[in-house]
């Protein structure tokens, strides 16, 4: 991980954090999205970057695993048509809503730098599609406690690799083929290296930082989807999912106070369906520890263009919408870890 410093790296906070008096910043860079070259800027070439005040106000960590776009330019020349993949498989500009939303709240943000057709932060490491890699059984570093001359399935191990969204995208429903050609297995193992572990080993330390303070620490994770089809004659359809893994990844009370909020503000809501969460949750989530970690899914027409490409003002007022939902949550959470409470004790 890149030493923390002060600055505000991308303009993440503009001139203050939330609604008090300018905080100072802490910063933190980690891993690397391209092959680390001679006069390479590290900055720049970040896996992913943190920006928290010194003196957090809400016990909350927002993190964006899908809008990265420092796309290397040997990944777009790989890619069969770039300007389409890259708008499926992005949550499009979500990271916008992020940063007006951390503005607001004062909360931390993880922001992922590293896009997700290179590789998906919410896909455990095995979670890989075998026949899209070239040498599957190269003897690569990340590899070399495994057993001379044994094999990696050639088959994805997981769901998501079989249908085409494994760790390394393979396809796109009604698109076909994201590639030109198959990936390396050194590449791949670069990948695993120096962007998924850098940013899962950063977000546990956070998480664990901020329970440590707080006696309990929220995740959430943000993501943006389609907008959802109305079924049948129950009205407009969701413009927000709420996951937590069917109950397991938070105390049920967050998950009520979310809706509550949502609904007081106008806004239709789903629950676990159909997104109830992935790795992140599955992996960071643990309220029996003081760990609590909710999904919310955005519908991108609630802050996208026509086309569902650009963001519109719609980015702001979807942010303060979310806001008071994150400070109550992050009121609700330091609360749980005041007293104690987990989700064991209910």
């Not at 546990?204 to 006696?215: K, N, Q, T």
């Not at 009121?331 to 409470?341: F, M, P, R, Y």
């Amino acid at each position: 991980m890149a030493a923390s410093d002060t600055e505000n790296p991308l303009g993440l906070f503009g001139d203050g954090v939330g609604d008090g008096p300018r905080r100072e910043l802490v910063t933190a860079r980690g891993g690397a999205v391209a092959p680390e070259k001679p006069g390479t800027r590290a900055k720049l070439n970040a896996a992913y970057i943190h920006v928290a005040p010194r003196s957090m106000p809400l016990p909350v960590l927002i993190a964006v695993p899908h809008a990265g776009r420092a796309y290397p330019g040997d990944t777009l020349a790989a890619m069969r048509d770039p300007e389409q993949s890259q708008l499926r498989l992005e949550d499009r500009h979500v990271d916008q809503v992020a940063v007006a939303l951390a503005r607001e709240t004062g909360t931390g943000l993880l922001v992922a730098q590293a896009p997700r057709a290179m590789i998906d932060l919410n896909r455990a490491e095995d979670d890989v599609d075998w026949e899209m890699i070239a040498r599957p059984d190269a003897d690569a570093p990340a590899h070399r406690t495994r057993r001379p001359g044994r094999k990696p399935p050639l088959i994805g191990t997981g769901a998501r690799a079989r249908s085409g969204l494994g760790l390394v995208p393979r396809r796109l429903p009604g698109t076909g083929e994201i590639w030109s050609g198959k990936l390396a297995r050194e590449e791949l193992d670069r990948r695993i290296d120096r962007i998924h572990r850098p940013y899962h080993d950063f977000l546990a330390s956070e998480l664990r930082r901020i329970r440590e303070e707080w006696g309990a620490a929220l995740l959430i994770d943000l993501h943006s989807m389609p907008p959802l089809r109305q079924k049948g004659a129950q009205g407009e359809a969701p413009a927000i999912v709420i996951g937590d893994r069917f109950g397991a990844a938070c105390h049920s009370a967050l998950v009520s106070r979310a809706f509550r909020c949502l609904e007081e503000a106008g806004w239709r809501a789903a629950h676990n369906r159909p997104y109830s969460g992935g790795y992140v949750l599955d992996r960071h989530a643990a309220p029996t520890r003081s760990l609590h970690a909710i999904q919310i899914e955005l519908c991108r027409s609630a802050y996208l263009d026509a086309t569902l490409s650009e963001p519109t003002d719609g980015v702001q007022q979807l942010a303060s919408v979310l806001a008071r939902m994150v400070r109550e949550l992050g009121a609700l959470t330091a609360q749980l870890g005041a007293n104690g409470i987990s989700q064991a004790a209910e």
